[in-house]
């Protein structure tokens, strides 16, 4: 059984910064492509960033110059920087990762339950 765990979101005023984790945890055999993404009310659920097992990163147009996301290896975790949040920022974070269970299984994907982060003007 795959787990994905959040930590670090809250409520911060615009300007500020967060961090927020994302530990894999069970019997697996590769955690591949890893990222963020965001759900406010009413809308739908967009990428943040993604990064992939060698570190190539990937970032929404709106994040840019200000998230950094990063991730490591032997612990199966990946971490979101922000810095400089605005208003707009607030949502709820998923984290996502892609994980083969077996050698020669296909990727599926997992999702964490979900941090709330809160950006006060």
């Known amino acids: 059984q795959v787990q994905l765990v959040e930590s670090g979101g809250g409520l911060v005023q615009a300007g500020g910064s967060l961090r927020l984790s994302c530990a894999a945890s069970?019997?697996?055999?590769?955690?591949?492509?890893m990222g963020w993404f965001r759900q406010a009310p009413g809308k739908a659920r967009d990428l943040v960033a993604s990064?992939?097992?060698?570190?190539?990163?990937n970032y929404a147009d709106s994040v840019k110059g200000r998230f950094t996301i990063s991730r490591d290896n032997a612990k199966n975790t990946v971490y979101l920087q922000m810095n400089s949040l605005k208003p707009e920022d607030t949502a709820v974070y998923y984290c996502?990762?892609?994980?083969?269970?077996?050698?020669?299984?296909?990727?599926?994907?997992?999702w964490g339950q979900g941090t709330q982060v809160t950006v006060s003007s």
């Open positions: 990064i992939t097992r060698g570190g190539i990163p």
């Open positions: 069970g019997n697996m055999f590769s955690v591949n492509a």
């Open positions: 996502h990762a892609r994980i083969q269970m077996l050698k020669y299984s296909v990727e599926n994907d997992y």
